[in-house]
């Protein structure tokens, strides 16, 4: 008899499981790779699911988490900072055709366009090692530091001892830790940080609820941030590692303005919600709103550079990182280069690319000849034939591995970011990526890709149907599970 309950519950947990799944207005190949996944290993597929498969921007009860950051923002903001983040003034600065893109970017809980009076794009390591220690050295009241990566390295230990010695100085030192991503370090690596004054919060929590805990294992934090004083931010794709530091090519940047207070608004939202405490007023950490400012149109730097930042995540109700590169794929009239390390496009963006091709616009993908990872590779060649033979130009940089999530669109729109082109980047880990509307950096950028195509090899249809047959087989085999990885 209770063998016979047993079967019964068992068969319905996998029939709720499976409805769950077809319901849920997702992407459908992720859909096929969780159903096949359940039907190949049942008991053990639904606890994968329950841990990596849920999309919680569907789920309010989930959302509930960043409810005490809205209310702590709402109680200490003003007409000036909301204007700021969320008027719609400055998006009527935006060359018209690309209007509807930063007005769409713009809704929700999402922050609208606003203006960086200086800007640095950074392709080299070393400077960015050198600009992040002397603006860390010269911080008077706040550090706040967010990455996927803080490695255990020369360069990494050397950033961990200036935040230290500022925190004994009484800097508010504030890290958020990605602890599962940085499994292999030692606790004690961060008990050093806390006991020198660094306040220091894990981005995955063990001890929250078990539930909650489990079932976000899945979410990584893939964002690279770094706001100093609330007056200088750092963003962009490079971790805080010597990989970085020496050996890979990445971009990133160093700015001010306005446009920091985007990057302050995303980490006091991850600090928040992953459990720190700030210790002022929340009006205290955007100095660029304390006093009432003008029209927000007539205030702007005049050389100041239109820049849109734009956090997603999860928890978020839409993927507005994917549906950005949709439209702008879509909406390119002249050319669009892209750059990423990671390439296992969602189908909106592959057929986008298509698309655009077909259509004879000048679309370029770059991406590493050598991958750093055994799965990226046969999971990054699995496209190639389709987006060949539709016309997208494939070019593999060798010699340092590119690291780089970029893209530089007609002249006008650049985007510099964490995202890569893939399922994660764009629906499970949390990212922010830089919109920014102004033909110099563009034209900055497109340098950027000419330089790096002086160390690329073009891949071509003809070269590239010639591959062996079992590597076609296990491309086509890792595809299946593309929306997974």
């Known amino acids: 008899m209770l063998q016979t309950i047993i079967t019964i519950l068992y068969i319905l947990l996998i029939i709720t499981?499976?409805?769950?799944?077809?319901?849920?207005?997702?992407?459908?190949?992720?859909?096929?790779?969780?159903?096949l996944i359940i039907a190949a290993i049942p008991l053990f597929g639904i606890l994968l699911y329950f841990m990596f498969g849920i999309n919680y921007r569907h789920h309010w009860i989930f959302n509930r988490r960043h409810q005490k950051y809205k209310d702590a923002f709402n109680l200490g903001t003003n007409e000036a900072l909301n204007d700021i983040l969320f008027g719609h003034e400055?998006?009527?600065?935006?060359?018209?055709?690309?209007?509807?893109?930063?007005?769409?970017?713009?809704?929700e809980a999402y922050p609208t366009v606003t203006t960086c009076d200086e800007l640095e794009i950074i392709t080299k390591g070393k400077r960015k090692f050198e600009?992040?220690?002397?603006?860390?050295?010269?911080?008077?009241?706040?550090?706040?530091?967010?990455?996927?990566?803080?490695?255990?390295?020369?360069?990494?230990?050397?950033?961990?001892?200036?935040?230290?010695?500022?925190?004994?100085?009484?800097?508010?030192?504030?890290?958020?830790?990605?602890?599962?991503?940085?499994?292999?370090?030692?606790?004690?690596?961060?008990?050093?940080?806390?006991?020198?004054?660094?306040?220091?919060?894990?981005?995955?929590?063990?001890?929250?609820?078990?539930?909650?805990?489990?079932?976000?294992?899945?979410?990584?934090?893939?964002?690279?941030?770094?706001?100093?004083?609330?007056?200088?931010?750092?963003?962009?794709?490079?971790?805080?590692?010597?990989?970085?530091?020496?050996?890979?090519?990445?971009?990133?940047?160093?700015?001010?303005?306005?446009?920091?207070?985007?990057?302050?608004?995303?980490?006091?939202?991850?600090w928040l919600t992953g459990g720190g405490t700030i210790d002022r007023a929340m009006i205290e950490y955007y100095p660029m709103a304390k006093a009432l400012l003008p029209d927000p149109i007539t205030s702007l730097h005049p050389q100041g550079k239109l820049m849109q930042i734009v956090p997603d995540e999860p928890d978020l109700p839409m993927p507005m990182l994917l549906y950005s590169y949709e439209w702008t794929i879509h909406h390119a009239k002249d050319y669009i280069w892209l750059q990423t390390p990671y390439f296992v496009p969602p189908e909106p963006i592959l057929d986008a690319m298509k698309i655009a091709a077909l259509s004879g616009i000048d679309i370029r993908l770059m991406l590493p000849e050598k991958a750093d990872n055994f799965i990226t590779r046969p999971a990054n060649r699995a496209y190639y034939e389709e987006i060949l033979g539709a016309g997208v130009r494939i070019f593999l940089r060798q010699g340092e591995f590119i690291h780089a999530k970029t893209f530089v669109c007609d002249d006008y729109l650049s985007s510099i970011g964490s995202a890569n082109m893939d399922a994660r980047s764009f629906g499970i880990n949390y990212e922010i990526n830089t919109y920014i509307y102004d033909r110099e950096t563009a034209l900055m950028n497109k340098a950027i890709c000419e330089k790096d195509l002086e160390q690329c090899r073009e891949l071509t249809l003809d070269e590239w149907s010639r591959r062996p047959w079992y590597k076609h087989l296990l491309e086509s085999v890792i595809r299946l599970f593309a929306p997974l990885l």
């Open 90 to 107: 400055t998006e009527k600065m935006v060359r018209e055709d690309f209007r509807p893109l930063a007005a769409m970017m713009g809704r």
């Open 131 to 270: 600009l992040l220690c002397q603006d860390i050295l010269e911080a008077k009241e706040s550090i706040h530091m967010e990455y996927f990566h803080f490695g255990n390295d020369k360069g990494s230990k050397e950033i961990k001892e200036l935040l230290m010695q500022k925190a004994r100085e009484g800097v508010k030192v504030r890290f958020i830790n990605e602890n599962i991503a940085n499994f292999p370090i030692s606790s004690k690596y961060y008990d050093d940080m806390r006991e020198a004054g660094v306040e220091v919060v894990r981005f995955t929590n063990p001890r929250s609820h078990m539930f909650d805990f489990v079932t976000t294992l899945n979410y990584r934090n893939h964002r690279k941030i770094v706001v100093i004083d609330g007056r200088i931010g750092y963003t962009g794709g490079m971790n805080i590692n010597d990989h970085y530091f020496e050996h890979w090519r990445d971009t990133h940047m160093r700015l001010t303005g306005n446009a920091v207070a985007s990057l302050q608004y995303a980490f006091l939202d991850s």
């Open 17 to 35: 499981v499976v409805v769950v799944i077809l319901v849920d207005n997702g992407d459908s190949g992720r859909k096929f790779a969780w159903l």
